[in-house]
C-alpha cells in the first residue's frame, strides 16, 4: 500500500444534529472538521432524513480547496428489527429513489416520524449504496445487542481468543493484533422470531439478499467503540465479510465532530429519553470515542483489516452525485402550450399596462416593465411571475382581498400584473436591487391573503398543482434560550420553577443566548455550580434543531415530482404535506417557494369594503381607495390610529405626532422605523432629529472613491439607514463588500447565528469602512444596525406594502368610521386592542353602539341605520363569551318578526337552556323588555335539557306561573360588571365612572385631564391598567391606564420599577402620581413617583355596600367567588 | 349509650387556612428575616400558586395566582412544590392529636376537620372553653386555625371560615348564618353565581325565597344544602378511622392483663383473621394489632410484609417476634378489654399451591426469614444488592431494604452476558490496587508478587460521569487479564497525566 493511500480515510456513518437528539454537533462543525482532518470525503447520514444535508453542503461550499468529497445520504432506521443501513445516492436518479423511500416511510407514520421496513429498501434500493451496520439498531439497541450476542455466542471463551501476553499491553492504541480464529457456525445461527410478529432478520439473510438485489453496492460496516471486545467483534465480522464477499467497511460512527462534545450528548440523550443525568445510567454513551478521527487513528484501530479502511474511499469514489444536480423545474400550468414563458409573461404585462394605464401608457412605467422584462429573460425567471399571477388571478376570482409583498414584488411588472397595488412610480424602487443577478437566486415574492380565506387558495394549489407537486416548506424549530434552559435544567434535575426563573418568563428574550444579566434579574445566582453548568449547556444549545414544522404558508411547487428531490412528510393538518428543507434550504439550492400568508388586516378591509357596499352603496377596492386624502394624514398625525395596520401599537401612536407623516412615503418610513432593528441600531432619534431640522443632514464621505456613494444609498432617509437594502447596499458601498459577501453577511444574521460567522462579518465590515476613512464609531454603528436587521429586517418593500394597507384602514377609519370598527369586531382576534377599546373608539367618532339583542343581533356586528341619520353599529351574538356560533344561526333563523317573549324564542329556536341563561346573562332581552335580573332568575326556571322529551313539552305548559317576590334590584354598577363579564365591554358606562367620585375626592384626575395638564404639572391619574410593556433591556415600564374619559401614558423609570414592582406587575387598576410631561407633537406622559394598586375597589363594583359582610377579610382563599372573576378584561402585557 | 344517641349533635369545625405553608414553617426554624412563602403546582399548564402564608397574602399573592406573576410582583419569594400528601398526612396527625377532645373526629379535606362534642364538651368545662382550648393550643403550635361550633357540619364549617369563634346557641343556626355570604354555602360555582346574579348575596336572602322557587331552579339537593346550613338535617359526618376490610377483635368482660392469655388471643384471631382473606381471595401486607386499655390507652402495634401473607403461623410468628422485641414493651395497666388484629393493607393473593419447584419455594423461605428479620431489627437494618444503572463499576449496585421487591429497572442479569466469560468481577475491591506492569514477559506487580500475564483482552474504554464534579473524572481503560495459574485479574488504565495501572477486582 502506497503511503499516500494508507493515509485515506472517509467517515461515511456521520449522524448530525439533524438526527434530532441524537447527534451533538452542527453539520457545518462535522464538515469542517473533516476537512481540517484531511478526510478524502465524509458522508452525512441522519436518520431517516435529508433535513441536514442542505447545511452540510452550504458549509461545504465555503470551504477552501482542497476539500473532502461530501456525500448525501441517509441513515435507514427499520422498524422491523433490520440493523441499520446507510444509504448513498450514487446518482440523480438513486437520490430520487432514496427521497422516494423516505417519502413512503414518513407518510405511513405520525408526524415526524418515518416508518420503514426491510421490503421498502428492496423496493427502493436502485441506485443506493448500502453499508450494513450489523453492530447497530437505533430503533431497537436491544434487538441488535441480543443480536450481537446470538452471533457472538461462539467466540471463543476468553484466554483462547484473546491476545497473547508477548503482544505487550499498555495504555495506548494497540498496534498488532492476531485474530481468533473460531467455528463459523456461531454466525449462521438463525435468529429467533421477535416480539410483535416483526422478523428479525438473520445477518446472513440480510446480507444474501442485498446482495442480489444490489450487488456490488453492498458493504458491511464496522466501528470499533472501545468495548472491551472490539478486536473479537472485528475478527468475527472480517470473517463474515470473506465468507459472505462483502467488503468490511471501516466507521467510527460519529455522534459529534470532536471529543469534547460528550457532554453535550449526553445532555441530549437525556432531553430525547425525558430522563436526567443522574438517572440516565447506560442510555448514555460509555465513552467518549464518537467523533471524527483521523486517519491514522481508525488506521491503528482497524490494523489487522486495513482493507476497511481502504473501502470507504473506494466507496466515495463510486458516488457521481451531490446537491447541484437539483434541477429545478417551474410547473408548466400558467403557460399555456405552444407558447414560452417569457412571451406569455410580455403579453400578461403588455395586457396589464393597458387595464392600468389606458392607451398612454407613461414613458417612464414603459421603460421599466421593458427593463424588468429584460432581467427577467436573462435570467429564466418569467415561469415564476407567471406562478404567483395564477394565484393572485384565482384569488381574484373569488374576490379574496390579496397583496403581494417582498424582494420582487416591488416591481413595475407586478404592479401591472396585479399582485400588488403599490404603484412603483410613487416611490423609487429599483428592481434589480431585490434580484441579485450575481446570485442567481429566484426572486422573492410572498402574497398576503385575507387570514380567514386563505384556505381557499391552499386549496386551489393543491387542486391545480397536484399533492406529489406542490408541498409546504419546513420551518426547523430550534433552541430558544427559554427551551434550552427549561430542557437543559430538567436534565440535571433543576426545578420547574427554577428553570422557569432562568428562561427570563416575565420579561421574555428571544434570540440571544441567556446572559449573566438575565439570571441574575431570575435572582439565581449565575456562580452557583449547577446553575452557571446548566446555563453553559443551554447556551450550547441554543440554535440545535429540535424538530421540523411546517412553515405557515412557503409553498414548494415544482415541474416533475416534488418527492424525488426531497423527502415528504405529512402536515398536522391531514392531507397537509411539508418538505424537509426550510427556506434557507431552499434558498441554497435555488429553489422557487412562493408565500401563500395569512393577514388579518386584509379580512378586516374587506368586511369593510363589503359593509359600506352595503349600507352606503359604495363600492371600494385597495387600488381605488382615493389616494394621498390630507384628512388621513391629519387623523394620523394625530395618533388617532386605534384600529389602523400596524400604527396603533403604544410604540407607533408616540411616534405619530413626532413623525406627522404627511405623505405615503412617510408611512412608509413610519413602518420601518418602529421596529427593532433601527431600535437596537439606534437609528430612530437621529432620524428624528434630522427630519425636525434639529440636526443638520450630512453623509460621511471615504477618503478614497466617490464622496457621495452614501448620499445615493441613504437620501431617501435623510442618511440614516432604515431598511435593510440600505443596510446591505451600505456594506456593498462603504465596507466594499461583494454581492455574495453582503448576500452571505445577511444569512449570518438570520441563520447561522450561532456559528460566529457574525464576528468575522463584522470585523471585515468596521475594519473596511475605517481603512477607507469613515469614523470608527461611524462604522460601529451601522454594523450594530445591521446586526439589528439580522433578526427583524423590514426592507423597503416590505414597509411600501404595508404603508399601502396602512393607508387604507387609516382611510376607512377616517371616513366609514361604523363599517370599520364593525369589520375589526368581525375579524377578531387581531391588532393590539380588544373590544372594549374599537368600541369606545368608535363611540368617540360619533358612532352610535348598540347592546346585542335577540331581535336585532346576527352573529356577526351589524350596521344599523341611526336616527341621526348615520350608522350604528350593532353588536352581534359574537361579542358574548361562550355563546356558540350554531345557537346564533338557529336563533336568527326562526326569528321573522322578532320574539315577543322569551319562551317564544325558546321554543322556536329550540335553544339550549344553557344558551338561554347565556343570553339573559349578556342581558340580551332589552327588546322584549324585562328586567335582565327577572329574566335571568325565570330562565334558570326551565327545565333540563335532558328530560325525558315525553314531559318535556308539558312541562313547560303546566307549571304554573310563580307568584315571587321581587328580586333585588340590579344596580348599575352591577350591570356593568356584569356586561364585562359576558361581552368584555359595556356600553352602559365605564367602570372607572362608579369610581369618579371617590377619586375626585382624593383629588385624582381623570386621563382627559392629564392631557390638558401643564407639562411639569404635578397630577394623579387612576385607571383600569390596558397594557404593560418593557421594551428591550430597557427597565423602563410603560403603562397604558384608562378611564371613562381617554386613556393615559404613564412611564416607569427602572428604578421606580423595583420599588413599585408589585404594583405594576399585579394592579388591574392604578392609581399613579407623577409628572406631567409634555413632548413632541403634544404627546403626554404621566412620568411615576408612586404607583398604588387599587384593584379593591373594583370589588365593591359589585357588591352592595350595606349588604357587603364586615369580615370579608377571613373569607376562604381558595373559594373562587364570582366577584373575583375577572371583571375587567386582562390587559396585554409584554408584547 | 342510649342517651347519648338521643343527644343532639354538636359539632366543632376546625378550618386551618394555610394548612400547607404552616407544615412548612414548623419544620424549619424561623429565620432572621424570613421571605414570603408560596406553595406552587402545575395546573392548567403552568406552574400556579396553590397556598400563600401570611406574609406573602399581605403582599397581594393569592391562590391560584400563576407563580410567573406571583414572582414579578414579589421577586424575593420562596417556593416549595406541592406536596397534598404530606399535608393529609399532617391533617391526619391533627386528627390524632384532637382525639383528646372527643374519641369522633372527622376529616374534612384537604383542610379542615370536625370534631363532634356533645358527649365531651362538659370535660373541659363547657363548649366555649373547648373551643378555646382547642384553638389556643393549636395556635400555640403555630396553626393559623379558626373554628366554630354549630349542630349541622355544614352550619360549623360556614362559621369557621366566616365567623371565627361562633357558638351556634338552640336552635340559632339561621340566624347565625343569615349574613354570611352566599360562598359559604359551599356549592358548585355555577349556583353560586347564579344566586349573586340575581342579587341574593347572603344565605339569610337565599333562605328568605320560596321553596320551590329554589327548587325549580337549582334542584332539591341545594334545598337540603341549605336547610342544613340553617340547622335542619344534617348529612352524618365520616368517622377518620374507616375500619379496614379485614379485622377481627375480641372483646373481654375481664381486662386481660397477662402476656400469656395475650399471645393466645392473637393466636385466634390470627386463624381467623386468615380465614377471612382466604374466602376473598387476599393477603396482608400490613397488618396492626391494636390494645384497647380498660383505662382508655390505646397501643397499635404494626407489622410490614415483603409479600402479601396469610398463614396463621407465620403472622402469629411474625407478631410474636415483634411483640417480643418491642423498645417499648407492652403495659397491659389494669388490663386489655379488647383486643383488635387488622389487617390495614392488603393485595389480591393467589391460592397457595405447594410448588415443586424447589426455587420457588426457597423464595418463600427467604421471603418469610426477611419478613422475621424485618419484624425484629426493623426495615432498615436488614437489607440487599440491588443493581443500579450506570457504566461506572464501583457505582453499578446499592444496598437497599430487603423487603423491597419491586424489580430494578436493570435485573442483574442484563449487567452479565450469559454465554460469556464474566466481563466484570462479581465483587470488586473496596478500592482499586496500585499495581505496576512490567514488560517482556508481560508482568503484573501486584501484592508484592510478580505474576505473568499470559492473555489479555481490552480495551473496554469507560468515561467517568463528568456531571458529578465530586467523582473521579479521567477516564478508564479496563482490561481482563489471566495468568500463567489461570487467575484472572480485571486491570484498569487511569488515562491522566502518567497512566496509571490498578486491580480492581479478580474473577473467580
Redesign the interface.
Known amino acids: 500500500m502506497s503511503a499516500h493511500s494508507e493515509s485515506a480515510y472517509a467517515e461515511l456513518a456521520v449522524t448530525t444534529n439533524y438526527s434530532f437528539l441524537r447527534g451533538g454537533s452542527h453539520p457545518a462543525e462535522l464538515v469542517q472538521r473533516a476537512a481540517e482532518l484531511g478526510h478524502t470525503a465524509i458522508g452525512i447520514a441522519d436518520r431517516n432524513t435529508l433535513a441536514g444535508v442542505v447545511r452540510a453542503y452550504a458549509a461545504w461550499q465555503e470551504l477552501p480547496s482542497p476539500k473532502p468529497k461530501l456525500l448525501v445520504g441517509a441513515r435507514l432506521v427499520f422498524a422491523d428489527g433490520t440493523p441499520d443501513v446507510l444509504a448513498y445516492p450514487q446518482d440523480r436518479a438513486g437520490y430520487g429513489n432514496l427521497c422516494r423511500l423516505l417519502s413512503a416511510g414518513k407518510l405511513r407514520a405520525p408526524k415526524g416520524d418515518c416508518v420503514l421496513t426491510l421490503e421498502d429498501l428492496a423496493h427502493w434500493q436502485e441506485g443506493l449504496l448500502l453499508v450494513v451496520l450489523p453492530q447497530n439498531n437505533e430503533a431497537a439497541p436491544e434487538l441488535a445487542e441480543r443480536f450481537w450476542n446470538k452471533q457472538i455466542s461462539a467466540l471463543p471463551p476468553l484466554g483462547e481468543g484473546a491476545r497473547r501476553a508477548d503482544e505487550g499491553l499498555s495504555g495506548a492504541p494497540i498496534s498488532a493484533i492476531e485474530c481468533a480464529e473460531r467455528p463459523s457456525s456461531g454466525l449462521s445461527a438463525t435468529f429467533p422470531q421477535g416480539g410483535k410478529g416483526d422478523h428479525f432478520c438473520d445477518l446472513r439473510q440480510l446480507l444474501t439478499l442485498l446482495k442480489t438485489t444490489a450487488p456490488a453496492r453492498l458493504w458491511l460496516g464496522v466501528s470499533m467503540p472501545y468495548r472491551g471486545d472490539d478486536q473479537r467483534r472485528l475478527s468475527a465480522w472480517h470473517k463474515l465479510a470473506r465468507e459472505m464477499d462483502v467488503p468490511l467497511l471501516a466507521c467510527n460512527d460519529v455522534l459529534y465532530h470532536v471529543a469534547e462534545r460528550r457532554p453535550l450528548h449526553d445532555v441530549l440523550t437525556c432531553i430525547r429519553e425525558h430522563t436526567t443525568l443522574d438517572q440516565a445510567g447506560k442510555l448514555l454513551q460509555p465513552n467518549a470515542e464518537r467523533h471524527l478521527k483521523s486517519a491514522v487513528e481508525m488506521q491503528e484501530l482497524f490494523a489487522t483489516a486495513p482493507e476497511a479502511i481502504s473501502q470507504t474511499t473506494k466507496l466515495a469514489a463510486q458516488v457521481n452525485f451531490t446537491l447541484d444536480q437539483i434541477k429545478y423545474n417551474y410547473p408548466e400550468e400558467p403557460v399555456p402550450k405552444g407558447k414560452s414563458p417569457q412571451k406569455h409573461l410580455e403579453d400578461l404585462v403588455e395586457q396589464g399596462l393597458h387595464l392600468r394605464y389606458g392607451q398612454n401608457v407613461p414613458d417612464k412605467v414603459r421603460a421599466s416593465t421593458d427593463k424588468e422584462l429584460r432581467l427577467i429573460a436573462k435570467m429564466d425567471i418569467a415561469p415564476y411571475f407567471l406562478t404567483v399571477h395564477d394565484i393572485v388571478k384565482f384569488a381574484r376570482s373569488q374576490k379574496i382581498l390579496c397583496q403581494g409583498r417582498g424582494s420582487a414584488a416591488n416591481s413595475a411588472v407586478c404592479y401591472v400584473l396585479d399582485i400588488t397595488a403599490v404603484d412603483p412610480m410613487a416611490i423609487d424602487l429599483l428592481f434589480e436591487r431585490f434580484i441579485s443577478e450575481e446570485r442567481k437566486e429566484p426572486p422573492d415574492i410572498d402574497v398576503d391573503f385575507e387570514h380567514e380565506r386563505r384556505e381557499e387558495v391552499i386549496q386551489y394549489i393543491y387542486s391545480r398543482y397536484g399533492r406529489h407537486r406542490a408541498a409546504l416548506a419546513a420551518t426547523v424549530i430550534c433552541y430558544r434560550p427559554r427551551s434550552a434552559i427549561r430542557e437543559v435544567g430538567k436534565v440535571f434535575g433543576l426545578t420547574e420553577d427554577v428553570t422557569a426563573r432562568m428562561g427570563g418568563s416575565v420579561w421574555g428574550g428571544w434570540g440571544r443566548g441567556l446572559q449573566e444579566r438575565e439570571i441574575r434579574q431570575g435572582e439565581l445566582d449565575p456562580h452557583n455550580a449547577l446553575i452557571a453548568r446548566a446555563v453553559a449547556f443551554a447556551n450550547e444549545l441554543v440554535g440545535f434543531p429540535r424538530h421540523l414544522s411546517q412553515h405557515v404558508g412557503g409553498f414548494i411547487l415544482t415541474q416533475d415530482r416534488l418527492d424525488e428531490t426531497v423527502p415528504v412528510g405529512p402536515a398536522t393538518m391531514e392531507n397537509r404535506f411539508f418538505i424537509e428543507w426550510d427556506k434557507d434550504d431552499i434558498d441554497t439550492l435555488r429553489m422557487m417557494k412562493v408565500d401563500v400568508l395569512a393577514l388579518g388586516i386584509l379580512t378586516c378591509i374587506r368586511k369593510a369594503f363589503d359593509l359600506i357596499r352595503l349600507h352606503e352603496g359604495v363600492s371600494l377596492d385597495l387600488a381605488s381607495v382615493r389616494r394621498e386624502d390630507p384628512q388621513v394624514y391629519e387623523m394620523l398625525q394625530k395618533a388617532d390610529s386605534i384600529g389602523v395596520f400596524q400604527v396603533e401599537s403604544r410604540a407607533q401612536m408616540s411616534m405619530l405626532p413626532r413623525l406627522k407623516p404627511t405623505n405615503f412615503y412617510d408611512l412608509v418610513i413610519e413602518v420601518a422605523l418602529v421596529r427593532p432593528g433601527p431600535i437596537q441600531g439606534d437609528m430612530v432619534h437621529p432620524y428624528l432629529r434630522r427630519r425636525s431640522g434639529k440636526e443638520k443632514v450630512e453623509y460621511p464621505s471615504p477618503k478614497h472613491g466617490d464622496p457621495n456613494e452614501l448620499r445615493h444609498v441613504l437620501h431617501k432617509t435623510m442618511g440614516v439607514p432604515l431598511f435593510q437594502e440600505q443596510a446591505m447596499k451600505l456594506a456593498i458601498v462603504a465596507a466594499q463588500f461583494t454581492p455574495d459577501e453582503a448576500n452571505g453577511l445577511r444569512r449570518a444574521m438570520a441563520t447561522f447565528r450561532n456559528l460566529g460567522t457574525i464576528g468575522r462579518y463584522k470585523e471585515k465590515f468596521v475594519s473596511r469602512m475605517i481603512e477607507r476613512g469613515y469614523e470608527p464609531e461611524f462604522a460601529q454603528r451601522c454594523f450594530k444596525q445591521i446586526e439589528g436587521f439580522g433578526s427583524y429586517g423590514f426592507p423597503e418593500s416590505h414597509a411600501a406594502s404595508f404603508a399601502h394597507l396602512v393607508y387604507i384602514s387609516a382611510y376607512l377609519k377616517k371616513f366609514h368610521p361604523a363599517a370599520f370598527a364593525c369589520a375589526l369586531l368581525n375579524s377578531q382576534p387581531m391588532g393590539f386592542y380588544a373590544p372594549a377599546e374599537i368600541v369606545r373608539d368608535a363611540r368617540e367618532h360619533e358612532v352610535e353602539a348598540r347592546h346585542v339583542d335577540v331581535n336585532f343581533s346576527d352573529w356577526d356586528n351589524t350596521i344599523e341605520a341611526s336616527l341621526n341619520g348615520g350608522l350604528a353599529l350593532r353588536l352581534g351574538l359574537r361579542q358574548v363569551s361562550s355563546f356558540r356560533e350554531d345557537w346564533a344561526k338557529k336563533l336568527v333563523a326562526v326569528r321573522g318578526n322578532g320574539f315577543g317573549a322569551v319562551s317564544a324564542l325558546a321554543k322556536k329556536a329550540k335553544l339550549s337552556k344553557q344558551a338561554l341563561i347565556i343570553l339573559a346573562e349578556a342581558d340580551s332581552f332589552q327588546s322584549i323588555d324585562k328586567d335582565r335580573r327577572e329574566i335571568l332568575w325565570a330562565v334558570r326556571r326551565l327545565p333540563d335539557d335532558d328530560d325525558l322529551p315525553l314531559f318535556a313539552a308539558a312541562y313547560v305548559e303546566e307549571q304554573p306561573d310563580e307568584n315571587i317576590a321581587p328580586l333585588p334590584i340590579m344596580a348599575l354598577s352591577e350591570h356593568v360588571v356584569a356586561d364585562y363579564q359576558m361581552l368584555r365591554l359595556s356600553l352602559k358606562a365605564n367602570i372607572m365612572s362608579f369610581l369618579r367620585g371617590l377619586f375626585q375626592a382624593e383629588g385624582v384626575l381623570s386621563c382627559a385631564e392629564i392631557w390638558a395638564a401643564k407639562d411639569g404639572a404635578k397630577a394623579a391619574c387612576a385607571g383600569i391598567v390596558l397594557t404593560r410593556q418593557m421594551p428591550g433591556d430597557s427597565g423602563v415600564v410603560f403603562i397604558t391606564l384608562s378611564d371613562e374619559t381617554k386613556i393615559a401614558n404613564i412611564v416607569v423609570w427602572p428604578r421606580l420599577v423595583s420599588v413599585f414592582r408589585r404594583e405594576i406587575m399585579g394592579g388591574r387598576l392604578l392609581l399613579v402620581e407623577g409628572k406631567v410631561q409634555r413632548g413632541e407633537g403634544d404627546v403626554v406622559h404621566l412620568v411615576a413617583e408612586r404607583v398604588t394598586d387599587r384593584s379593591d375597589e373594583l370589588l365593591r363594583l359589585s357588591e352592595d355596600e350595606q349588604d357587603a359582610p364586615s369580615y370579608k377579610a377571613q373569607a376562604s382563599p381558595t373559594a373562587k367567588h364570582p366577584r373575583n372573576v375577572q371583571t375587567v378584561p386582562k390587559s396585554r402585557d409584554f408584547h | 349509650m342510649m342517651a347519648a344517641l338521643k343527644m343532639k349533635r354538636r359539632l366543632l369545625a376546625l378550618?386551618f387556612?394555610r394548612l400547607p405553608t404552616d407544615r412548612l414553617k414548623r419544620l424549619k426554624p424561623q429565620a432572621l428575616t424570613p421571605l414570603p412563602l408560596v406553595i406552587?403546582e402545575?395546573a392548567q399548564n403552568a406552574?400556579r400558586l396553590c397556598a400563600?402564608d401570611h406574609m406573602a397574602?399581605r403582599?397581594?399573592l393569592?391562590?391560584?395566582q400563576p407563580?410567573?406573576?406571583a414572582?414579578?410582583?414579589?421577586?424575593?419569594l420562596e417556593?416549595v412544590?406541592a406536596n397534598p400528601q404530606a399535608d393529609a398526612q399532617l391533617l391526619n396527625q391533627l386528627a390524632d392529636w384532637c382525639d383528646r377532645f372527643t374519641p369522633v373526629v372527622a376529616l374534612d379535606p384537604p383542610d379542615g376537620l370536625i370534631l363532634e362534642i356533645a358527649g365531651s364538651a362538659h370535660l373541659f368545662g363547657d363548649e366555649q372553653h373547648t373551643l378555646e382550648k382547642v384553638i389556643s393550643t393549636l395556635r400555640a403550635k403555630h396553626f393559623t386555625v379558626?373554628g366554630a361550633i354549630a349542630n349541622t357540619s355544614l352550619a360549623a364549617r360556614a362559621l369557621a371560615?366566616?365567623?371565627?369563634g361562633y357558638i351556634v346557641g338552640e336552635n340559632g343556626e339561621a340566624k347565625a348564618v343569615a349574613?354570611?355570604?352566599v360562598?359559604a354555602l359551599?356549592l358548585d360555582?355555577t349556583t353560586?353565581?347564579?344566586f349573586?346574579?340575581?342579587?341574593?348575596?347572603?344565605i339569610g336572602?337565599v333562605a328568605?325565597?320560596?321553596r320551590?322557587?329554589i327548587a325549580?331552579?337549582?334542584g332539591a339537593s341545594t334545598l337540603s344544602i341549605i336547610d342544613e346550613a340553617q340547622g335542619q338535617g344534617g348529612r352524618p359526618i365520616t368517622p377518620r378511622q374507616t375500619p379496614p376490610d379485614f379485622w377481627q377483635a375480641q372483646n373481654f368482660a375481664e381486662p386481660v392483663a397477662t402476656l400469656d392469655v395475650v399471645r393466645a388471643v392473637l393466636q385466634t384471631l390470627a386463624v381467623n383473621l386468615c380465614t377471612l382473606m382466604q374466602q376473598e381471595g387476599m393477603g396482608a401486607r400490613h397488618l396492626e394489632a391494636s390494645f384497647y386499655r380498660a383505662d382508655g390507652a390505646i397501643r397499635r402495634v404494626g407489622v410490614e410484609t415483603g409479600s402479601a401473607l396469610r398463614s396463621p403461623a407465620v403472622l402469629d410468628r411474625l407478631l410474636h417476634d415483634k411483640l417480643a422485641t418491642l423498645a417499648d414493651p407492652l403495659d397491659p395497666g389494669f388490663g386489655f378489654d379488647l383486643i383488635r388484629l387488622a389487617a390495614l393493607r392488603v393485595e389480591p393473593m393467589a391460592p397457595t399451591a405447594q410448588s415443586l419447584d424447589v426455587k420457588a419455594r426457597e423464595q418463600v423461605e427467604v421471603d418469610f426469614l426477611t419478613d422475621r428479620l424485618v419484624a425484629r431489627f426493623g426495615r432498615s437494618h436488614v437489607r440487599r444488592f440491588h443493581p443500579?444503572?450506570?457504566?461506572v463499576p464501583e457505582a453499578a449496585w446499592r444496598m437497599a431494604s430487603a423487603q423491597e421487591r419491586s424489580p430494578p429497572?436493570?435485573p442483574w442479569q442484563a449487567m452479565r452476558?450469559?454465554?460469556?466469560?464474566p466481563?466484570r468481577p462479581l465483587r470488586l475491591f473496596q478500592r482499586p490496587e496500585l499495581v505496576e506492569?512490567a514488560?517482556?514477559?508481560?508482568r503484573l506487580l501486584w501484592r508484592r508478587a510478580a505474576r505473568?500475564?499470559?492473555?489479555?483482552?481490552?480495551?473496554?474504554?469507560?468515561?467517568m460521569?463528568?456531571?458529578r464534579?465530586e467523582a473521579p473524572q479521567a477516564?478508564r481503560?479496563?482490561?481482563?487479564?489471566?495468568d500463567e495459574a489461570g487467575r484472572?485479574y480485571w486491570l484498569y488504565?487511569e488515562?491522566g497525566q502518567r497512566?496509571q495501572w490498578f486491580v480492581h477486582g479478580v474473577f473467580t
Open positions: 378550618w387556612q406552587a402545575k406552574l400563600v397574602a403582599l397581594g393569592h391562590v391560584g407563580l410567573a406573576n414572582r414579578a410582583m414579589v421577586p424575593e417556593v412544590p379558626q371560615r366566616h365567623r371565627d349574613s354570611l355570604p360562598e359551599q360555582a353560586t353565581h347564579a349573586r346574579r340575581a342579587g341574593l348575596k347572603t336572602q328568605g325565597r320560596k320551590s322557587e325549580a331552579r337549582f443500579r444503572d450506570t457504566h429497572a436493570t452476558t450469559p454465554l460469556e466469560a466481563r506492569l514488560q517482556d514477559p508481560l505473568t500475564l499470559t492473555h489479555w483482552e481490552g480495551p473496554e474504554r469507560i468515561a460521569e463528568w456531571w464534579p477516564a481503560d479496563y482490561y481482563r487479564a489471566e484472572r488504565c488515562q497512566p
